[in-house]
């Protein structure tokens, strides 16, 4: 069965520094590998996404995520963290049963302090 | 640009009571999905449709039903709601279904409903 596992519940960096979200999935075939963040009392905003080639994809904000086959792992980074980035992180695999679906990880709550 | 619209984005009801929220997709996207996501948790993903017909089914209580209509907006049916419920209801939308989404069209999430059952 299709997971994803973000073995970090919550991180706190400075502001200014670099960041790294961890990201580990189990999926039988080729994933399609998602990063979302929710701010508090809103939606989700899609960061980034892969499906095929480069394994290094960049995203909005100034994030970036690189695919490792070998590790199953999807990371997220950013080389320097802004205030405006403290939120919920989503990783998620999209997963084909009938349709398609996103399943998401627990999610990693990001803190920044001055 | 539009973007996906869900309403009514609170409501509050008492148990045993019947909740509807609707989901209007992107212009042009024929597929919708539906995620549960109480507090503190992550996404989970309760049904979606494709062109009128449910797609795939995930952890949609017997309770809740689910339907996209003609002009492809959806709709969330829960009955005999329990405390349980109170969550964050999402919609998403995409475009050419299980193929789209597979070829790399992006999934759209609206902002949500907030159901509160007391």
């Known amino acids: 069965a299709q997971s994803v596992t973000q073995p970090d519940i919550h991180i706190t960096v400075s502001e200014g520094a670099s960041l790294e979200l961890r990201c580990n999935y189990s999926y039988g075939a080729t994933p399609y590998l998602f990063w979302y963040v929710q701010s508090p009392g809103q939606g989700l905003q899609l960061l980034l996404k892969y499906f095929s080639g480069d394994t290094l994809v960049q995203g909005i904000k100034g994030f970036e995520a690189e695919f490792k086959r070998s590790q199953s792992s999807f990371n997220l980074r950013k080389p320097s963290v802004h205030w405006s980035d403290a939120a919920e992180y989503f990783c998620a695999v999209g997963a084909l049963g009938g349709g398609f679906k996103t399943i998401f990880g627990a999610g990693t709550r990001l803190f920044v302090k001055a | 640009a539009a973007g996906v619209i869900q309403s009514p984005r609170h409501l509050i009801k008492e148990k045993r009571e019947t909740a509807t929220l609707k989901c209007y997709p992107i212009?042009?996207?024929?597929?919708v999905y539906w995620y549960q996501q109480g507090p503190g948790q992550d996404p989970q993903f309760l049904i979606s449709f494709y062109e009128k017909m449910q797609s795939d089914k995930g952890s949609i209580p017997d309770r809740f039903s689910a339907q996209q209509f003609s002009d492809y907006h959806s709709e969330l049916n829960m009955s005999s709601l329990e405390l349980g419920d109170s969550a964050l209801y999402f919609c998403a939308s995409s475009l050419a279904g299980p193929t789209g989404a597979i070829s790399g069209n992006t999934i759209y999430f609206g902002e949500g409903s907030w159901l509160t059952v007391v």
């Open positions: 212009p042009r996207h024929d597929t």
